[in-house]
């Protein structure tokens, strides 16, 4: 269409991604975050969770390992050495990955 300076060979919908409930939700409290932040998702079982902060530049600033159970799990994180800027959270169990958006002030 247009001009055709640009062509695309495939396109992606959102139907085409399969919905994974090993991590449903991740809520992240305070956030903005100035000392410390609280990460709360739920596990469909218990097992082990790697909890990672990533800079804009992509390197992990902070890292925990914690264990999970099923339901509603909460990790609280020291966000105080933190610069003010923003950062990625990732929630990784097993082979499910949710991530969320962390504001330091």
């Known amino acids: 269409h247009g001009r055709g300076a640009f062509k695309c060979a495939s396109y992606v919908g959102l139907n085409e991604f399969e919905n994974n409930d090993e991590v449903s939700n991740i809520g992240i409290f305070p956030n903005p975050a100035s000392d410390n ?38 990790v609280q994180f020291n966000v105080n050495n933190l610069s003010t800027g923003n950062y990625v959270v990732e929630v990784r169990i097993n082979n499910s990955v949710m991530t969320g958006k962390l504001i330091k002030n």
């Open 37 to 74: 932040t609280s990460f709360v998702f739920n596990a469909t079982e218990k097992g082990n969770a790697l909890i990672s902060v990533f800079s804009a530049d992509g390197k992990v600033v902070l890292s925990k390992k914690v264990d999970v159970i099923s339901g509603e799990n909460t």
